[in-house]
């Protein structure tokens, strides 16, 4: 049954008001449908978003470049814009699949945010959401992993969407059909090589026994209202006792977190840690719970006692205890953090915690990296209270390798080097994000 306009406007009306609407498409049944349904709303619209196809040539296959022209003819057919982008790779010895897909993402969210789109829609699908829940049931993930994937999150500034995550897979095929376009086939969505390839395949067998994909991805959605709630007590142990200093370390007062349920310790813990180490995704909830149990043994000893001492490390982040707060820090790590070219007129995010701008009009080889342990030592007297290890890891810009600007200790570059630096921390608004487990 073709998707009424009705039904249209109930799954795109929440982008009407947006400015650029970007579509990742594959050519496979489900981002066909997305195209199709997506240009069907909008052009029923007086008013609405530009809409943007875009596609990623892994290269992995022989076929790959034939596809990705199949969907920019798909695109030009029904007047939208379209742009390929391909992955050159490194191709990994190992996990392939998971390499390609997250150079799918960056290479998608690139491109959108190049083009001024806000948005970015996927054809996750109730199929796609079901096998999501089994898949990570069998990984014994807590609510939040049960929640499997939200119909919008937010990607390096733009936002994730999935409009079709309510609709079954075969309406999306018959949509397809319909059009009288014969999608591309992936060989991977046959191969039994993959977890949610066999899930896929017992699909029958649970549904015939009341699990079918509608059950299973309600039973997330609910899950999802569960996860909603308890990122807002979150919120609120924030608000009342946590703090982010200028150079994106927090402290969190001890005794209020030791107060609250278990489940809104780890949650607290998951977001401070991916905030503080600038992490897409929150760590596995294994590792939080050992966290959390060794957290919860210094903060229940009495002052001065050795069992009050805490030092960890996890998703590279820095956690200790001191004067009844609980310190996150990010670290340096031994090789220290990521050191970029840096070009006048760049604006972007370094190390996922820091917006940084940058003007040039002198000579030099200019980076931006981190200011590290001999860099702390040489300014870390304008923030006598500062932590030493989220000192060393603030971005400074070097010229020639030498210091020349650490805005987050006040540093400016001196005005004869024709150097505009500023940098603003995204520690605190991260913090703020309930963000899902890894989609």
């Excluded at 590792?287 to 957290?295: N, R, T, V």
Aim: hydrophobic residues 50%; charged residues 25%.
């Amino acid at each position: 049954m073709a998707p009424t306009d009705m039904a249209l406007e109930a799954w795109f009306a929440p982008f009407a008001a947006v400015k650029r609407l970007a579509l990742a498409v594959s050519g496979g049944a489900d981002s066909l449908a997305l195209l199709l349904l997506a240009q069907r709303w909008r052009a029923a619209r007086a008013a609405g978003p530009d809409l943007l196809v875009l596609n990623v040539d892994h290269g992995l296959r022989p076929e790959s470049a034939a596809e990705s022209a199949f969907v920019g003819d798909v695109a030009k057919r029904y007047g939208l814009a379209f742009r390929s982008m391909r992955w050159e790779g490194p191709v990994p010895a190992s996990g392939v699949e998971a390499a390609a897909r997250a150079a799918r993402y960056g290479l998608l969210l690139e491109a959108a945010r190049a083009a001024g789109a806000t948005h970015l829609a996927t054809a996750h699908h109730r199929d796609d959401q079901a096998e999501t829940f089994l898949m990570r049931l069998a990984r014994g993930s807590g609510v939040y992993g049960l929640a499997a994937m939200a119909a919008d999150v937010e990607r390096d500034g733009v936002r994730l969407v999935r409009p079709l995550l309510d609709v079954p897979h075969e309406r999306l095929v018959a949509v397809v059909r319909a059009a009288g376009l014969e999608p591309v086939e992936d060989p991977h969505n046959a191969d039994p090589g993959f977890d949610r390839v066999r899930l896929r395949r017992l699909m029958p067998v649970l549904a015939a026994e009341g699990l079918d994909a509608a059950t299973l991805a309600a039973t997330a959605r609910r899950l999802g209202r569960a996860a909603a709630a308890l990122d807002a007590y979150v919120g609120k142990l924030f608000g009342q006792a946590a703090t982010v200093d200028a150079t994106g370390a927090v402290r969190l007062d001890a005794q209020a977190w030791r107060g609250e349920p278990e489940e809104v310790r780890l949650r607290a813990l998951a977001r401070i840690l991916r905030a503080v180490g600038g992490a897409a995704y929150v760590p596995r909830l294994d590792s939080l719970e050992g966290l959390e149990a060794g957290m919860r043994l210094a903060a229940e000893a009495p002052a001065g006692e050795p069992g009050g001492k805490l030092a960890r490390t996890l998703a590279g982040v820095v956690i200790d205890h001191r004067q009844g707060a609980f310190r996150f820090q990010r670290e340096f790590g031994r090789e220290g953090l990521a050191e970029i070219p840096a070009d006048s007129g760049l604006a972007g995010v370094w190390d996922g915690r820091f917006a940084v701008w940058l003007t040039l009009a002198g000579a030099g080889t200019f980076t931006i990296g981190a200011l590290g342990p001999e860099g702390r030592r040489q300014f870390a007297i304008c923030v006598p209270k500062g932590m030493p290890r989220a000192i060393e890891a603030l971005p400074a810009l070097r010229r020639n390798g030498e210091i020349v600007a650490v805005p987050g200790l006040c540093v400016a570059a001196e005005t004869a080097l024709g150097v505009a630096f500023e940098v603003k921390s995204l520690v605190a608004a991260r913090m703020l994000e309930p963000v899902r487990s890894a989609d």
